[in-house]
């Protein structure tokens, strides 16, 4: 049996919160044209050849039935300046559909909606999947990626807030 441990939720996910991270919107689509778009920021690359990377996904995210049973995942890593984008696919209660009514995409392999805006894709089927405790990892076989030339440095997410990576946290 494991033992209870000495901290708490909170506390578990302030500490993991130290750990600055970059930023994706994950897109996704299934056999039948259903859409999920969520923000994800566990994402990490994990094979080179065969090109593979991987994200978590929380099972009670209303993304987590399109994510399991899609054809095709998109993971674009985002931009300084689409924090707004973050923003709104993080926003619980909008299905995928609705979260993309509100930003500029375009369907790309087997439907799945691609930001054209966004510097850097990564697009492939989805491989395995491990569940977790109350994650999923989700593993992506990449057949795609795309890189768009920028100045505009990489969205990162540290200590609960989206902050430029020269930013100051202020206390
Ligand atoms: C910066 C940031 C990173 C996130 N990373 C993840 C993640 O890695 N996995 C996850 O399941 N949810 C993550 N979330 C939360 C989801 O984006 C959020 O719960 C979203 O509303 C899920 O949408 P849904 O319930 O419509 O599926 C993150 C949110 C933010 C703001």
Redesign the pocket.
Known sequence: MMAEPLFDTTEFRQVCGHFP?G?TAVTAVTADGTV????????TSVSLRPAKVL????S?????PVLTTSDRIAIHILSQNQEDV??R????????AE?LDGVSWVPGPDGVPLLPGTPAILAGRRDELITSGD?VIILLDVDHVHLKPTTVPALS?YRGR?VAPSDAIAE
């Open positions: 991270t930023v999920a778009a969520l923000t994800v920021n566990s994402f994200f978590c996904v929380t009670h995210s209303s993304s987590f973050a923003r696919f993080a926003t619980s209660g909008l299905s995928g979260k994650h997410f989206f």
